[in-house]
């Protein structure tokens, strides 16, 4: 099944069917002046396979803007990002779980993570999922960030740095997903943690190439895609369009967020065509 690929990663790599194979894509018409850009990431990856595609630098440093999924310079984001992981009143979910689910839950967590479901059950049960698939799926100790690199780059030729959304929307999300679907996808990140190291190798692999059929592929093998891509992609894709036109008619931008929400009917690039924009991909 795998469904704890879908948390972790659903929101990275469900690329669509498009002809070429690019991460990168301009857009211009519709009345602006200068093209504006995205750029699909993903938000954790070894060193060893972290690149820059061609032409990143150089967009960079022909844009005013850089905007992220949400604005990490923010100086309370830590915070917020905490408060939202938390369970309402503290609450731990190891009364949630059968003994056996405890035992491997718990030693899952005290060999990736440093401290066990005494220290971290209080966390919501999609949060502790998704940081496992992360640091049981990379071998690497230290992953490396896009977004953290674009911010850097962005802070030395001096762009501002913005969000699509709040950290607050973002986190409010995953709370719309049953518990008990939540709570299935945290013993699959333990049960399953094999199987979903192998599929991160694959799209990693697959991103690398920046093979957009190849990562549409896979994604069709998530059988559990369909269930919540609504939630996690398309409703998102919708609210971010207005912001991004606000944006490109007053000034030049590039837009960098998961990967996975490039592609497909009512993925940002379609949504930007239908909305009177050129988007063509950059290579």
């Not at 018409?29 to 990856?45: D, K, R, V």
């Not at 894709?237 to 967020?257: C, D, H, L």
């Amino acid at each position: 099944m795998r469904k704890i690929s879908l948390i972790a990663l659903l929101v990275l790599f469900a690329i669509t069917s498009f002809a070429q194979n690019s991460l990168v894509w301009k857009i211009s018409g519709n009345g602006i002046e200068n093209p504006s850009y995205l750029f699909g990431t993903i938000h954790a990856i070894c060193p060893d396979d972290f690149f820059l595609p061609e032409k990143l630098d150089e967009i960079i440093k022909s844009t005013d803007n850089l905007y992220l999924e949400v604005d990490m310079t923010d100086p309370q984001l830590g915070q917020k990002m905490q408060m939202g992981m938390m369970n309402p009143q503290m609450k731990n979910i190891k009364a949630d779980l059968s003994e056996e689910q405890q035992k491997l839950i718990d030693a899952a967590l005290i060999k990736y993570m440093g401290g066990g479901l005494a220290q971290l059950g209080a966390l919501k049960p999609w949060a502790l999922a998704s940081m496992l698939a992360i640091k049981s799926g990379l071998d690497c100790p230290a992953p490396s960030s896009y977004e953290m690199e674009l911010i850097k780059l962005a802070k030395a030729n001096e762009k501002s740095v913005n969000g699509l959304e709040t950290i607050e929307a973002q986190l409010a999300l995953f709370d719309d997903i049953p518990y008990d679907q939540q709570l299935e996808w945290l013993v699959e990140a333990v049960t399953e943690m094999e199987d979903n190291k192998a599929l991160l190798a694959q799209l990693i692999a697959a991103y690398k190439n920046q093979d957009v059929k190849a990562l549409y592929k896979l994604m069709l093998e998530q059988e559990e895609m369909e269930k919540f891509a609504e939630v996690l992609l398309d409703e998102r894709n919708e609210n971010w369009i207005p912001v991004m036109t606000k944006a490109m008619g007053e000034s030049t931008n590039i837009f960098a967020f998961g990967a996975g929400h490039l592609g497909g009917e009512k993925g940002v690039l379609n949504l930007l065509k239908k909305a009177g924009y050129k988007v063509e991909a950059v290579n």
